[in-house]
Nanobody, 130 residues
């Protein structure tokens, strides 16, 4: 059974940094799945933040956070990190790790949506406030 466990959320001042981790278990070796970070702020739709194609380690980061957020996968391919720098008020949201099959027609993991995900973690809150 696939499981995802997030950690690393918290409160930070604008301009600060946080690092989120998502440990994934239950996939067979060489699986072609995606692991993604989504976020949802109150009153807003869930937004894809970053994804990794687990088999190759290819990373996608959304334009809205590109240049500030860095996604990476560990060599063991079971942990997805999200390094969030220069945090802004608008980054405040519940961040959730999710996983699902890749889709070659949509850039493998680049253009997946929440409805494409099969497994979800419980989420971790990120709050940016002064």
């Amino acid at each position: 059974q696939v499981q995802l466990v997030e950690s690393g959320g918290g409160s930070v001042q604008p301009g600060g940094s946080l690092r989120l981790s998502c440990v994934v278990s239950g996939y067979p070796e060489y699986s072609t799945h995606c692991v993604s970070w989504f976020r949802q702020a109150p009153g807003k739709e869930r937004e894809l933040v970053a994804s990794v194609y687990a088999r190759s380690g290819t990373v996608f980061v959304a334009d809205s956070v590109k240049g500030r957020f860095i996604a990476s996968q560990d060599n063991g391919k079971n942990t997805l990190f999200l390094q969030m720098n220069s945090l802004k008020f608008e980054d405040t949201a519940m961040y959730s790790c999710a996983s699902g099959p890749s889709d070659r027609s949509r850039g493998y993991c680049a253009r997946l949506e929440a409805g494409d995900m099969r497994y979800w973690g419980r989420g971790t809150q990120v709050t940016v406030s002064s």
